[in-house]
């Protein structure tokens, strides 16, 4: 084999190998994009499954909570109309009962006019959270809960007896509770007369406080981009971002679908208490 022959093949040889080294190089470059990308897949998937289980888990408690309410409201207001809970000992039932349901802010039972008692026109029992955690109790009332509901914004407010005392058990819109300083929703059921007349002795009513569904969310891990809200079953926001629009706004409302603007002022009805 002459020079020339031989550096010829050494250079084809040497192409040879470097065409070979260079099509590995892009295979090997291929498979590790791959893999990155499936990795990149893989850690999406996990972090969309940890925030479906995160909301579901959050849907739960908040759901837990709102049966919680109502299971409350509705035992009293059984026990009331069946004599297992006499009159005289509401003042020590009502606290019991809230100490053991730390997601409900506050129960109340009040009378119909002269049931109570005879010589006494109007009676209510009220235990409620303060913002300390405490419970503490009103016993009396200060207004006519009996009035028919008025638009005038001085007016006492009284659809939550006198529209259900009427109409029966439902839940409220979200209010705000001067008194407790508080945002809440609250289940209120008429109770019977335990000796069987025919027309409700009262209004039992159990409160929520939004602070709790609120804190609920400010736990969850939605990403810088990602806000949590909740809703009624009539798709008015019981929570949002944008807390001009809590009880004032509906989910399908014109674009009510755009992200927060992040207002904090409140627009909420004032309660009764």
């Not at 084809?12 to 897949?41: D, I, K, M, P, S």
């Not at 479906?52 to 739960?60: G, H, I, K, M």
């Not at 679908?257 to 409140?266: D, I, K, R």
């Amino acid at each position: 084999m002459t020079t020339t022959t031989a550096n010829s093949t050494g250079r084809l040889t040497g192409r040879r190998a470097l065409a070979v080294a260079f099509v590995a190089l892009l295979l090997l470059t291929a498979l590790l994009t791959a893999l990155h990308l499936q990795r990149r897949a893989a850690v999406a998937t996990d972090i969309t499954n940890l925030a479906r289980q995160s909301l579901s888990d959050s849907a739960a408690r908040i759901d837990a909570a709102f049966a919680t309410a109502q299971d409350l409201g509705d035992a009293l207001a059984e026990d009331l109309a069946s004599g297992i809970l006499p009159f005289d000992q509401i003042p020590q039932r009502l606290p019991a009962d809230l100490e053991g349901a730390p997601d409900v802010n506050g129960l109340a039972v009040t009378f119909a006019p002269f049931v109570y008692d005879p010589a006494l026109r109007l009676f209510q029992v009220y235990v409620y959270r303060t913002p300390e955690g405490s419970i503490e109790a009103l016993i009396g009332t200060t207004y006519d809960y009996t009035r028919p509901p008025s638009d005038d914004p001085n007016a006492p407010k009284t659809a939550w007896y006198y529209d259900t005392i009427r109409s029966g058990a439902k839940w409220s819109d979200p209010f705000l509770a001067t008194g407790a300083g508080k945002v809440l929703i609250e289940y209120a059921r008429p109770f019977a007369h335990p000796d069987g007349r025919n027309e409700p002795a009262g209004v039992v009513t159990s409160d929520l406080s939004l602070q709790e569904v609120r804190n609920l969310l400010a736990r969850l891990d939605l990403g810088a981009q990602g806000y949590g809200f909740v809703i009624g079953r009539n798709g008015v926001f019981l929570d949002y971002s944008d807390r001009t629009r809590v009880a004032r706004s509906n989910i399908f409302d014109a674009g009510a679908a755009h992200a927060p603007t992040g207002g904090e002022s409140e627009a909420l009805p004032t309660g009764r208490v």
